[in-house]
């Protein structure tokens, strides 16, 4: 059994609110991502299920019960660090198995669960190297196995993949689904990298300024995002978001464009919105005349198997995913169709989304 929840954590150092009110809640089994950019409080809530920081506020249940007085250790949870923290002396084999040793664990087993759990890394040749031996990617390898070579309750990881190149992050990105599918623990892992989050999270949690902004499988939250702001944080290229107002049947920009106005929810006459447009909802094509931008080409981003094409319309910039063989000149006239049924609307002050 390995079920993590948080209820109500509040945390400040100072004047700096690190938590404020995070409740989540990993189911037993899952790989459970924290996303989040640089400061949302990400570390901190990871520390404090662990028990290794002390809440201003707030419960951590493990398994259902109340742990959030209980040490560390009996928390029986493994934490993986973005800094390998190997043992600079031993061997791959000697940092490995150190957490069982610690245990008083027979050397037969000692050596059949180090023997298997290298085999899962692919890490069996490196077994009498020492850390300075390694390369970066096999020293968080080496970290990895360290943690995986337990069976805890869960495994709790702080961005264990920053410091690898992008070939070998891309790589241990699909070696952590296998790994976490072979072994079927709890994963609650935490990421600045929303591609890492939506490549491998059962769920994932956005955080923001110590706040959960939503809570839901990766694709929820690609494609109902809660506010603008989860909207932008997640998805590559980022979304565009035009402000807007309703008016009657349709929808009239800032910079003077307008569209028919999509099926969402209430929106007063006059209210300030953005319309979230996402690259691949909105095309150089033009299908459906009735729901169309005119722009001018402001730039071409060539991606190789496909072109991101930055559309000025009025004061603003729209990305639109094109062929790869497109082609063009600062300057030209473009029309932009638009998939209004997938388009997102928020209220401008709020952010939050108005719901379909
Ligand atoms: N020990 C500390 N003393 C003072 N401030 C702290 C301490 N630990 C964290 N903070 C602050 O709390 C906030 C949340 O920090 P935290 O490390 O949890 O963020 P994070 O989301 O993990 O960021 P990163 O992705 O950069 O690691 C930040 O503003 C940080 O500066």
């Not at 995070?22 to 459970?32: Q, R």
């Not at 709790?156 to 410091?163: F, K, V």
């Amino acid at each position: 059994m390995g079920s993590i929840s948080t209820q109500g954590l509040r945390k400040a150092f100072g004047d700096v609110q690190a938590l404020d009110d995070v409740t989540i809640d990993v189911p037993d089994g899952s790989f459970f991502v924290i996303l989040g950019p640089s400061g949302a409080g990400k570390t901190t809530t990871l520390r404090a299920i662990a028990g290794l920081e002390r809440l201003d506020a707030g419960t951590v249940r493990l398994d259902g019960l109340d742990a959030t007085k209980a040490d560390p250790a009996a928390r029986d949870l493994a934490m993986v660090f973005q800094s390998y923290a190997l043992y600079p002396k031993r061997t791959a084999f000697d940092n490995i198995a150190s957490p069982l040793r610690a245990r008083r664990t027979p050397a037969a087993e000692i050596t059949r669960r180090v023997d298997e759990v290298s085999a899962l890394l692919h890490i069996e040749k490196l077994m009498k190297r020492r850390p300075a031996q390694m390369s970066g990617g096999e020293m968080q390898r080496v970290a990895l196995a360290r943690a995986l070579v337990r069976s805890p309750r869960a495994f709790l990881m702080d961005e264990p993949l920053t410091n690898l190149d992008l070939k070998l992050r891309v790589e241990m990105r699909t070696e952590l689904t296998r790994i976490h599918r072979s072994l079927g623990g709890t994963f609650l892992y935490v990421t600045n990298d929303q591609v890492e989050a939506m490549s491998m999270a059962d769920q994932v949690a956005v955080l923001k300024e110590g706040r959960v902004q939503q809570v839901g499988t990766p694709r929820e939250v690609y494609e109902r995002p809660a506010n603008s702001w989860v909207a932008a944080f997640v998805g590559n290229p980022r979304i565009s978001l035009l402000p807007c107002r309703a008016e009657g049947t349709r929808l009239v920009g800032d910079g003077g464009w307008s569209l028919p106005r999509p099926r969402t929810g209430a929106a007063g006459d006059g209210q300030p919105l953005l319309l979230g447009l996402r690259a691949e909802d909105v095309s150089l094509d033009r299908r459906d005349a009735a729901a169309a931008l005119d722009g001018e080409l402001y730039a071409l981003e060539p991606l190789g198997d496909r072109t991101v094409v930055d559309v000025r319309v009025g004061s603003e910039v729209l990305k639109v995913k094109a062929r790869p063989s497109v082609t063009g000149r600062p300057g030209d006239r473009l029309t932009v169709s638009v998939d209004l049924d997938r388009a997102h609307l928020f209220d401008a002050g709020t952010g939050l989304a108005l719901t379909r």
